[in-house]
């Protein structure tokens, strides 16, 4: 079985930083895409970001672009998601998930097989 565990959320200012990181145990991030996606109270979950498994190709929603980084470590089995300028949006419950099945579809929720228990950002005023 696969566990994926997401940390680094946290309460930050407007206009702040926060770098969030995934694990993996029971396999190897090596292989598979990984992406980040958020969910806000009363709202659907939504994607984020995605890496595939050589970290060679990178994908991020609108309202995170230039923003928002996304990249990987194999040897550590971790992918992170590095958040700068921080808005009162991005409030959201973020996850990482693994997708074992190399879906081209890496902005559905669907395409994923494994997913994080999820870690809480919150960004205030």
């Known amino acids: 079985q696969v566990q994926l565990v997401e940390s680094g959320g946290g309460l930050v200012q407007v206009g702040g930083s926060l770098r969030l990181s995934c694990a993996a145990s029971?396999?190897?991030?090596?292989?598979?895409?990984v992406g980040w996606f958020r969910q806000a109270p009363g709202k659907e979950r939504e994607f984020v970001a995605a890496?595939?498994?050589?970290?060679?190709?990178?994908f991020y929603a609108d309202s995170v672009k230039g923003r928002f980084t996304i990249s990987r470590d194999n040897a550590k089995n971790s992918v992170y998601l590095q958040m700068n300028s921080l808005k009162p949006e991005d409030t959201a419950v973020y996850y990482c998930?693994?997708?074992?099945?190399?879906?081209?579809?890496?902005?559905?929720?669907?395409?994923?097989?494994?997913w994080g228990q999820g870690t809480q950002v919150t960004v205030s005023s």
């Open positions: 890496i595939s498994w050589s970290g060679e190709e990178t």
């Open positions: 998930a693994e997708d074992i099945r190399g879906s081209y579809y890496y902005w559905m929720t669907d395409e994923y097989d494994y």
């Open positions: 029971g396999r190897t991030f090596s292989r598979y895409g």
